[in-house]
């Protein structure tokens, strides 16, 4: 029986992290699996409430508890990173707190990875929950993505990992920036397969993915490939001077700025890969608790 960690970041959200958790609870009734929960505290201020649920499914629940925040992707990174060097593990699923990555696709996640152990299972989604200027917005995101990296990531952090590619991660600092970045650096599209995912709504208050939020999520993945983003706008700006070479204006000029302003912050972001940080993460660590 091979033996599955959940992986749970979470600031000031602990109301839906035990809904979370019994949701979860619901769907693994009736299997017969090993499956876990390490929970990242990232320096939470709200009290953490007393978890009164049998949650009877899951073999245990760790909550490491952070002494600073870093934030959402750096403790995707942490929590790897523990796992790997604390537990006895096959596979690894991170999942967002707040009931976006929805338990309901637990059971195809695993049943792919049980199917193919090889290959890293990816939630690839084909709906989402959000209005439509977000869904403009994330749109955009994805062909810019595309078009300055030759990537096309249709997913998050909500994954099926089995421990080769868990060992990959933590040994390549793109992961401390950027989950889903890392993930299409280091694995071609032959190491993947998928489900199809269709984004859930939050269980509570209304989503932390604001406009500025996703553009430096955007901005995170595109910097992971800086190499490729800086030829290729290389390459666009030459081009797009010579379209525009009899017709410069302050108006023709403005994609020129907004592709100069886009790698100059993308190479910025770049410096949060530091492998240095990253190996020396679980030092903030301030206490781990077992409520299960």
């Known amino acids: 029986m091979k033996k599955t960690k959940i992986l749970i970041p979470v600031y000031n959200d602990w109301k839906s992290v035990f809904k979370l958790l019994e949701e979860i609870n619901v769907q693994l009734d009736g299997w017969e699996a090993d499956i876990s929960v390490v929970i990242i505290n990232d320096a939470s201020t709200e009290e953490r409430p007393v978890n009164t649920s049998l949650l009877k499914n899951l073999k245990s629940i760790h909550i490491v508890n952070m002494r600073e925040n870093r934030g959402h992707a750096r403790c995707n990174a942490a929590g790897l990173r523990y796992i790997s060097e604390n537990s006895d593990f096959d596979l690894v699923i991170p999942m967002d707190a707040d009931g976006e990555d929805r338990p309901a696709e637990l059971g195809p996640l695993l049943c792919k990875g049980y199917e193919y152990p090889n290959k890293v299972v990816t939630a690839n989604r084909v709906k989402r929950s959000e209005g439509l200027f977000f869904k ?142 990253f190996n020396n993460c679980l030092k903030n660590i301030q206490s781990i608790n077992q409520i299960k």
């Open 136 to 277: 403009f917005c994330y749109l955009a995101h994805k062909y810019l993505t595309f078009v300055f990296t030759g990537k096309s990531i249709k997913y998050g952090n909500y994954t099926c990992l089995p421990k080769f590619a868990v060992n990959k991660m933590i040994n390549n600092s793109a992961t401390w920036s950027s989950f889903s970045g890392s993930l299409a650096k280091i694995f071609k599209d032959e190491n993947l397969t998928s489900i199809s995912s269709t984004r859930g709504t939050r269980y509570f208050g209304p989503s932390k993915m604001s406009f500025v939020n996703l553009l430096k999520h955007s901005l995170s993945i595109i910097a992971v490939f800086k190499t490729a983003l800086l030829i290729r706008s290389i390459f666009f700006l030459i081009a797009y001077l010579f379209l525009i070479i009899d017709n410069i204006s302050i108006i023709t000029l403005i994609p020129f700025a907004a592709v100069i302003s886009m790698l100059i912050s993308a190479m910025i972001l770049s410096k949060r890969e530091n492998m240095s940080e």
